[in-house]
């Protein structure tokens, strides 16, 4: 006597081809499904991530015609126009007081000359707080240690003893790199705030090395590098 349980079992065995094919087109609608829905969340991550590559809405500079007359305002929006200019942090307290601004981050900047001559920024963030930077690195959850930087796509680093970057004279750690951006971004040198600070009193010590004395003699002036 058959039983409701026992149906499905006879009915398989009495069409085992079709039983067959059932379960493949079963399988191959799964297939699609999960692949359908990965798919998605893919094109969901990228598009967050391109959200957040944006960075900031608003760019918030002294109000100055001495700093208005260095912005390049074609450029300021997708690229950034670092100007040498102080402003107070009071300021950034006032930002994160209004109610229509989700969040804010500081940004400070002072720059190198390299061998070549050319200038390279080094930039501060606060990388608990930083919602521009971070979403161009290669590895989001770098935690921005002590005496370790992130460069940019362009920067050219040393490899010998492990990668770093020579920034006053001194060298220091590479732990991340930023994905290519198109900007001049891509030829800065990152740091957290404490870093920073390392790097400015470098910065300080270079300088007062690199102090040049003029001494006069009997064969005419002669110049002589600072200890």
């Not at 957290?192 to 005419?220: E, H, N, P």
Request: neutral net charge; proline residues 4%.
């Amino acid at each position: 006597m058959l039983s409701l349980r026992k149906i499905p079992i006879e009915n398989i065995k009495a069409h085992p081809v079709r039983t067959v094919i059932v379960l493949l087109l079963a399988l191959a609608q799964a297939a699609c499904v999960f692949g359908g829905v990965m798919a998605a969340r893919g094109i969901q991550r990228n598009m967050e991530l391109a959200e957040a590559r944006l960075g900031a809405d608003l760019v918030v500079y002294p109000k100055a015609i001495a700093v208005s007359s260095k912005i390049n305002m074609k450029r300021m929006l997708m690229q950034g126009t670092p100007v040498k200019v102080y402003k107070s942090r009071s300021l950034l307290s006032k930002l994160e007081d209004c109610g229509d601004i989700e969040a804010a981050s500081r940004q400070i900047y002072i720059s190198d000359t390299l061998p070549d001559g050319k200038d390279i920024w080094i930039v501060g963030i606060e990388p608990e707080k930083d919602f521009v930077i971070r979403p161009w690195l290669e590895a989001v959850d770098f935690a921005f240690p002590v005496g370790t930087v992130a460069v940019g796509s362009k920067v050219e680093t040393t490899a010998a003893d492990g990668e770093k970057v020579t920034l006053f004279q001194r060298d220091w750690a590479v732990g991340a790199r930023l994905k290519e951006t198109g900007s001049e971004l891509d030829y800065a040198v990152f740091t957290g705030m404490d870093t920073l600070s390392d790097v400015i009193a470098a910065s300080k010590a270079a300088s007062m090395a690199a102090v040049r004395y003029i001494c006069k003699t009997d064969a005419g002036l002669v110049l002589k590098e600072g200890e």
